[in-house]
């Protein structure tokens, strides 16, 4: 959802040295600002790729290993199917 706000120009202005102080753009600055107001938590930052490789592999080492194989071959697919 979208907000228009009209403000006096130098509000604007001030707003935006802020912002740039802060190395953010004034839309980014000000629903920051918008959401402490509010007590709002910040979104939980993304995993860089190595802990998310790290937490995939930790998934996935936490399922047993099974001791069959699976034949996934065409011909064990269409086995009897008059091919």
């Known amino acids: 959802?979208?907000?228009i706000l009209n403000l006096a120009p130098e509000i604007?202005?001030?707003l935006r040295?802020?912002?740039a102080q802060e190395g953010q753009s004034l839309e980014d600055y000000?629903?920051?600002l918008a959401e402490e107001s509010l007590g709002a938590e910040p979104p939980p930052s993304r995993p860089s790729a190595d802990e998310?490789?790290?937490e995939l592999r930790a998934w996935?080492?936490?399922?047993p290993t099974l001791s069959t194989?699976?034949?996934d071959s065409r011909e064990s697919i269409y086995e009897?199917?008059?091919e």
């Not at 996935?60 to 399922?63: M, N, R, Y």
């Open 17 to 19: 040295e802020k912002a």
């Open 30 to 32: 000000l629903r920051r």
């Open 52 to 54: 998310w490789e790290a």
């Open 1 to 3: 959802m979208g907000v």
């Open 69 to 71: 194989i699976a034949d």
């Open 12 to 14: 604007e202005r001030r």
């Open 60 to 63: 996935a080492a936490s399922h």
């Open 80 to 82: 009897g199917r008059g």
